[in-house]
């Protein structure tokens, strides 16, 4: 795994993780805002309340009483890709692999509810997970509109590829909200609220929200102007060859990867370009077709000549959604999934990448380790390249969450940010 903070755990699948059909647990991305809980299977329990006419109960023995579903579906964060964003924005730099596609087993959400019976009163609901927030963070509480819960695809899930969810992944229980991004899906699963109201907490009202129209990169955007991101983008990825990699001309190339989309119809045709975009042909989908899951592609290329070309993939859906070739930005970096491109040398060996500039070693600031240090450690901050403004924020934010810096040393744990892990070159 590709490590963005060990803890709280955010892990990253390597790209050859596209080459399989379902994401061995093991190599299944992690992210996480806070740390990992313990949840004790045996004092467990599923508290079902709020606009409901019985509230409830389960225990997991009751839970697994109910019909057992199964199903294949990809789960990607919504911040998938931002590390791609210009110009940069703040949080986990994730390159592509914040996805995978797993096997989930567990029961209906909608049988659930059933049991509790649904008041007509019902709107939305609340998902809360056993994970405790870090300081004053608001706690993580996700929720989504009464007809996705009740779609019959909307699971409560107490398997992952046959296997009980692990502790990274939400044991004993998860949302499993298929074709919508991950911020949906909320492990730990311990509470659910059904409200008559839209939920106005933190990871709902402010987090998880793009804006509505297309906006001038960098751009501060009104609160009132931001939607919420729901289902997933249709994407694909390119597992093979990795970028820079030296062929031979003549010999034939496998060109493979994966695609997926969200709620409104899986991605069923992919096309690749050889050169640059200039023409496409259709690969060949290979492996198995689910709704909600993910499907490999593969395309075959023997290079004509030597050169250095660039490879593309491109999906789309049959409702006529395809990758774009340039992502409007959005404040958080959410949903990149413009088209997947990667460069190969053919015959002559490409020039090796420039060793990456390594950051001035400027010295920590009294107060750094104890202000900043105290909840993650300094890979969260490392990757991030932010302006001074923007670090500028980040601190107010860490402050709220409950960062405790003394005014006089403020300042230069400001500077020492932006000299350290400022924008980009
Ligand atoms: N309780 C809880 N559920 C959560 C989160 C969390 O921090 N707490 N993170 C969400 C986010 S942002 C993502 S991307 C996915 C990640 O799921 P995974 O770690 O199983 O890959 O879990 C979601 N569910
Ligand atoms: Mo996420």
């Known amino acids: 795994m590709i490590v963005r903070s060990i803890n709280p755990q955010d892990f990253e699948m390597p790209l050859e993780g596209f080459q399989s059909f379902l994401t061995p647990v093991d190599q299944f991305f992690v992210r996480t805002h806070v740390y990992a809980p313990r949840v004790d299977a045996a004092n467990w329990k599923l508290e079902v309340a709020g606009e409901v006419a019985n509230p409830l109960s389960f225990t997991m023995d009751e839970l697994k009483k109910l019909p057992r579903v199964e199903l294949v579906g990809v789960l990607e964060c919504a911040g998938n890709g931002r590390s791609f964003y210009d110009p940069p924005v703040p949080g986990a730099q994730w390159r592509y692999g914040a996805v995978g596609n797993a096997r989930w087993a567990g029961v209906r959400l909608a049988d659930v509810l059933k049991k509790a019976g649904v008041k007509n009163s019902a709107r939305e609901l609340i998902f809360d997970g056993a994970d405790v927030p870090i300081g004053k963070m608001p706690d993580f509480q996700r929720g989504i509109p009464l007809a996705k819960a009740l779609d019959p695809n909307t699971l409560l899930a107490y398997e992952m590829n046959g296997e009980p969810l ?77 970028d820079g990699t030296t062929v031979e001309p003549g010999r034939m190339l496998r060109i493979a990867g994966a695609a997926w989309s969200g709620d409104q119809g899986p991605a069923n045709a992919v096309d690749v370009s050889v050169d640059s975009g200039r023409t496409w042909r259709a690969a060949t ?26 490879l593309m993939a491109r999906a789309r859906t049959m409702a ?61 901050i490392q990757q991030q390249r932010l302006t001074r403004a923007q670090w500028n924020r980040e601190i107010d934010k860490m402050a709220a969450w409950g960062a405790e810096a003394k005014p006089d040393q403020r300042d230069a744990i400001l500077n020492y940010l932006v000299s350290r892990f400022g924008p980009r070159p």
């Open 166 to 242: 692990t502790m990274a992944h939400g044991f004993p229980l998860r949302v499993v909200a298929p074709g919508w991004a991950a911020d949906s899906w909320v492990k730990w699963l311990q509470g659910i609220q059904v409200l008559d109201r839209e939920f106005d907490g933190f990871w709902m009202k402010s987090a998880y929200r793009r804006p509505e129209y297309p906006v001038r990169p960098g751009e501060a955007v009104d609160a009132a102007k931001m939607q919420p991101v729901t289902r997933l983008r249709v994407k694909s990825v390119i597992s093979a060859p990795l």
């Open 285 to 310: 989908l290979t492996g198995q077709a689910t709704p909600y899951g993910w499907r490999l592609w593969e395309h075959m290329w023997t290079p004509p000549h030597e050169g250095f070309y660039t």
């Open 320 to 380: 006529g959604d395809v990758q774009p070739l340039a992502q409007e930005w959005n404040p958080s970096g959410y949903q990149w999934n413009v088209v997947h491109r990667v460069g190969v040398a053919v015959g002559n060996a490409a020039p090796a990448p420039a060793a990456p500039t390594s950051a001035p070693d400027v010295t920590q600031p009294d107060g750094f380790k104890t202000t900043c240090l105290v909840c993650h450690q300094e890979d969260m």
